[in-house]
């Protein structure tokens, strides 16, 4: 059980070790998050007036590949912040997070003793005085 809450009480912060990897861009593509960012939910829906609602996802290979102009693509930045452009990680290799250990720890039911990490002390005949606070 316990291993199990601290797996869950640290998830946030191995959420934001997570590192992100861009979309190589054509030659006559662009980042439509800007230069060393790119998109991080590519299934938000963007939206603008007088154009086709589309994934931000899609809009991003959009701009990779070209099909957005690059006249278009510098002022993406600052309309998109929904799709939410994060930073490329310097080390782009894929990252894994290892799973928490969730088997269940049984008590020794055949009356031997548990295993513990640290040793325990027997219990002492000696009187147990508090010293003043």
Do not use: H, Y
């Not at 601290?6 to 946030?12: A, E, I, V």
């Not at 930073?87 to 031997?112: F, L, R």
């Amino acid at each position: 059980m316990v291993r199990v809450m601290s797996f869950f009480l640290f998830w946030p912060a191995l959420e934001s070790l997570a590192q992100v990897q861009c979309p190589e861009i054509s030659a006559m593509g662009c980042s439509i998050c800007g230069e060393g960012k790119c998109v991080t939910a590519p299934d938000v829906v963007f939206t603008f007036p007088g154009q086709p609602s589309v994934p931000c996802g899609t809009l991003e290979a959009f701009g990779s590949d070209g099909t957005i102009p690059l006249s278009q693509c510098s002022f993406l930045p600052g309309l998109i912040g929904d799709c939410e452009c994060a930073p490329e990680s310097v080390n782009s290799s894929p990252v894994a997070i290892a799973p928490a250990d969730t088997s269940p720890i049984a008590p020794a039911d055949n009356g031997s003793p548990v295993e513990m990490d640290s040793p325990v002390s027997p219990p002492t005949n000696a009187p147990v005085s508090l010293a003043p606070v």
